[in-house]
């Protein structure tokens, strides 16, 4: 995995890599590009908790 300093500029050594937008605007802590997808955090854990709250709920009886 090219270092993300290098993932600015296209990679011989990694063709196929892809990276997050690398503008430092974008960055969370030492995430690159992260606030790209953040905006979708609070909604995609609701939903996940939400799973979970149905995993976790006896099977309704047949």
């Known amino acids: 995995m ?3 300093e290098r993932a ?3 990679s011989s050594r990694y063709p196929n890599w ?3 937008d ?3 605007a974008l960055r ?3 995430h690159q ?3 790209t997808v953040s905006r979708w955090r609070e909604a995609f854990l609701r939903d996940f908790a939400a799973r979970l709250r149905r995993a976790q709920a ?3 009886a047949r």
């Open 33 to 35: 590009g992260a606030r």
């Open 22 to 24: 690398p503008d430092p």
């Open 2 to 4: 090219p270092a993300p």
């Open 58 to 60: 006896p099977a309704p």
């Open 8 to 10: 600015r500029r296209p």
């Open 28 to 30: 969370e802590g030492p």
């Open 18 to 20: 892809w990276t997050d």
